[in-house]
């Protein structure tokens, strides 16, 4: 297991960000972490080691991710993964055929299809409910219920969960509390201090930040649940290598800098389209018009960049995803660059059509990543793409 150094929690966030989990490189005295790009490790004699046998288990540079996510997330633990699936993936190996799940309706489509498509057809249970009303949490609760599953705030509907109050109903059924904390980062939100048990991560997003690597990352307390988990990474295999540990560590240390304007970015982005389409079309937690604004402020500290917006048609979508020049029409979400999606027929498509009227992901709905450029130049060009709808 990869645990935090004892101080990496005692600074503030920015200075986690760039120091937590990291310490020079004693024979050089590098202030970056080498990219430890081996496969294997000499040992001393049978059964001893330098606490390193195969790289698979353990990577001193994929250690340094781990401790410095962990630490962000004032988490003991933490675990890096080669993609954000395959960290839920893992994750989901905690349980066993016949538990049952409690997941929130709107969740990324890659969560709904391992969920549903894969997952299910090894006997793992799931009821899909509207964690915006915990009370439906509580309602869906089993004897078998061994995890609530939420993602808050959710893609691409940024709907809200109270987390505080879901943990407790979770924790009062025996059950674990696992958040995908992607869309808000650790900058913004901290599920574990909320109650949460795992907190997981896309760091393909925010984390890395530039859209040049795919990883995922999870961090937990708990140091039985923390072993467990390690022991699936090291089964199952689904490892980042160490250059792409490396680069995502390098995205970390920018953290703080990036989703300052991301969030400013977003604010400005969210209020333009709530004036061009109507408040009720656009789709962000910093808009005071946002059904849970209250509990945004609440449990974030931030909004971030991520928008949707309600054209009122695919036609309508598609000219403006056509128009644009700065928003670039692609998946993914969270690096410098601003990019728009069609959920719909992008990230949501492996969920089936009546799932996602009842939803609410319509064919006219947009998700806009508002990246980091000159807000002024994103208006401009949402104005002109706009224009005659």
């Known amino acids: 297991m990869t645990r935090i150094f004892p101080d990496d ?3 503030r966030f920015s200075t986690r960000a760039i120091h937590a989990g990291q310490r020079p490189d004693p024979t050089s005295g590098a202030i970056m972490p080498p990219i430890y790009q081996t496969s294997t490790y000499a040992q001393e004699g049978l059964g001893i080691n330098k606490g390193y046998e195969y790289a698979r288990g353990k990577n001193p540079t994929r250690e340094a991710l781990e401790r410095n996510v962990a630490a962000l997330e004032n988490a003991m633990h933490g675990f890096a993964f080669s993609s954000g699936m395959g960290c839920l993936d893992s994750i989901m190996k905690l349980f066993k055929a016949g538990d049952h799940i409690v997941v ?9 299809r391992l969920f549903d498509k894969i997952l299910q057809n090894f006997g793992l249970q799931f009821s899909w409910v509207d964690t915006r009303d915990v009370q439906r949490i509580q309602d ?11 993602e808050t705030p959710t893609n691409p509907l940024m709907h809200l969960t109270d987390l505080a109050a879901a943990a407790a109903i979770a924790k009062k059924g025996g059950a674990l509390t696992i958040v995908d904390n992607t869309f808000a980062s650790p900058y913004f939100q901290n599920p574990l201090d909320l109650g949460a048990d795992i907190v997981w991560h896309s760091s393909t997003k925010y984390l890395n930040g530039h859209s040049d690597v795919i990883g995922g990352v999870a ?22 290598g160490p250059m792409d540990s490396w680069l995502t560590l390098r995205g970390t240390k920018t953290l703080a800098l990036r989703m300052r304007q991301h969030d400013a970015n977003g604010r400005k982005v969210a209020e333009w389209l709530a004036n061009r389409v109507g408040e009720k079309q656009v789709f962000y937690p910093g808009l005071a018009s946002h059904p849970q604004h209250a509990l945004a402020k609440k449990q974030m500290r931030g909004f971030g960049g991520m928008v949707s917006v309600e054209t009122g048609s695919k036609e309508k979508a598609a000219q403006v995803v056509k128009r ?7 998946e993914s979400l969270g690096g410098v660059e601003s ?3 069609q959920p719909a027929g992008m990230t949501h498509a492996s969920v089936a059509p009546e799932i996602r009227k009842e939803i609410g992901i319509t064919d006219g709905l947009l998700r806009f990543s508002c990246g980091v450029e000159d807000v002024e130049d994103l208006i401009e060009d949402l104005d002109q793409a706009f224009k005659g709808l």
């Open 219 to 240: 961090a937990l307390n708990d140091d039985g649940l923390a072993a467990r988990l390690q022991f699936n990474l090291n089964s199952a295999g689904a490892v980042p």
């Open 104 to 112: 929130g309706s709107n969740v990324y489509g890659g969560t709904f």
């Open 324 to 330: 644009v020049k700065v928003f670039t029409l692609a």
């Open 9 to 11: 929690r005692s600074a």
């Open 339 to 341: 990019l728009v999606c």
């Open 140 to 150: 869906a609760m089993q004897k078998n219920t061994v995890a609530v599953l939420l």
